[in-house]
T-cell receptor, first 115, second 113 residues
């Protein structure tokens, strides 16, 4: 079945450590996104990528890094520079096309907790 | 600026209609969306409406758009316990150059017997 898969579902990190969240899609979508979700807030865009080997900062990119070496994969690294990393992280993908509706498909999310 | 606002909580009785409201600020938005999030899960697209429409109906769901007031609503008829979830309103501004979505904070719908 086509879809978008995030792993792991739950992740614990010690303070000062970097950690990488995985996102894989087999929908042949060009565009991929990372969002952060905090209680009582909407989703905030961290990074997005419209094409392989290219990505752009979103609204809250500080303390995060990404790579897009393959079309199917868009891993997110939460670095030690991120001061408040405990959150629910959502990855999404879509066909990159302007001028018509393009649905964003979401993964099931990764809950990151700093201990 | 870009901002989407929704009330945070709604409680309804099973079988009643639910109405979730949303206001947005970017008048250039071409599409407006409603997403549903069940506990511990990702977002699922429920429905969307193009900005030149004022109503869209899809089974139990009715979306109303008042473009003048920048107000969007989602009505769920015959609300069931399985409808309990967080509902996100989102807009897609015409500017931005990519499939950028601006989300509201989400409305938690609680359905009780």
């Amino acid at each position: 079945d086509g879809g978008i898969t995030q792993s792991p579902k739950y992740l614990f990190r010690k303070e000062g450590q970097n950690v990488t969240l995985s996102c894989e899609q087999n929908l042949n979508h060009d565009a991929m996104y990372w969002y952060r979700q905090d209680p009582g807030q909407g989703l905030r865009l961290i990074y997005y990528s419209q094409i392989v080997n290219d990505f752009q900062k979103g609204d809250i990119a500080e303390g995060y890094s990404v790579s897009r070496e393959k079309k199917e994969s868009f891993p997110l690294t939460v670095t030690s520079a991120q001061k408040n990393p405990t959150a629910f992280y959502l990855c999404a993908s879509s066909i990159e096309s302007q001028g018509r509706d393009t649905e964003a498909f979401f993964g099931q999310g990764t809950r990151l907790t700093v201990v | 600026g870009e901002d989407v606002e929704q009330s945070l909580f709604l409680s309804v009785r099973e079988g009643d209609s639910s109405v979730i409201n949303c206001t947005y600020t970017d008048s250039s938005s071409t599409y407006l969306y409603w997403y549903k999030q069940e506990p511990g899960a990702g977002l699922q697209l429920l429905t969307y409406i193009f900005s030149n429409m004022d109503m869209k109906q899809d089974q139990r769901l009715t979306v109303l758009l008042n473009k003048k007031d920048k107000h969007l609503s989602l009505r769920i008829a015959d609300t069931q316990t399985g409808d309990s979830a967080i509902y996100f309103c989102a807009e897609r501004p015409a500017s931005g150059g990519y499939n950028k979505l601006i989300f509201g904070a989400g409305t938690r719908l609680a359905v009780h017997p």
